[in-house]
C-alpha cells in the first residue's frame, strides 16, 4: 500500500515562510514525479510545483520566485519550501505522485494539509 504523508501546513503570517514535507515508499519515489497540488474555497485543484525523477522542475505562474521544490531521493521525501507567502496562497495543499514515464501504473495522492496566511 502506497502513502504519501504530508507534514508542514499551519497558520503564518503574510510574508513569512513554510516547508511541507510529503514522505513516501521508495518503490515509487526513484520513477514517479512528484508534485503539489492546492485548492482554495470555492475553487479547482490547481497544480503549484512539480519536479520529475529526473529532477525538471515546473511552478505555477503565481509562485514563481516564491516557492521551490525539491526531492531528497535518499529519504523518498519531497518539499515545498513557500516564502513570501501571500492570503492568496491559503489552500489545502496536496502532495502528488505522477507516474508520468509509466502510465500503466496508478497516481497518488496525499491526504492535504492546510496553509492557511494571515495576519
Known amino acids: 500500500q502506497v502513502q504519501l504523508v504530508e507534514s508542514g501546513g499551519g497558520l503564518v503570517q503574510p510574508g513569512g515562510s513554510l516547508r511541507l514535507s510529503c514522505a513516501t515508499s521508495g518503490s515509487i519515489f526513484s520513477i514517479y514525479a512528484m508534485g503539489w497540488y492546492r485548492q482554495a474555497p470555492g475553487k479547482q485543484r490547481e497544480l503549484v510545483a512539480r519536479i520529475t525523477n529526473g529532477g525538471s522542475t515546473k511552478y505555477a505562474d503565481s509562485v514563481k520566485g516564491r516557492f521551490t521544490i525539491s526531492r531528497d531521493n535518499a529519504r523518498n521525501t519531497v518539499y515545498l519550501q513557500m516564502s513570501s507567502l501571500k492570503p492568496e496562497d491559503t489552500a489545502v495543499y496536496y502532495c502528488?505522485?505522477?507516474?508520468?514515464?509509466?502510465?500503466?501504473?496508478?497516481?497518488?495522492w496525499g491526504q492535504g494539509t492546510q496553509v492557511t496566511v494571515s495576519s
Open positions: 502528488n505522485a505522477d507516474p508520468y514515464a509509466t502510465p500503466w501504473l496508478s497516481e497518488y
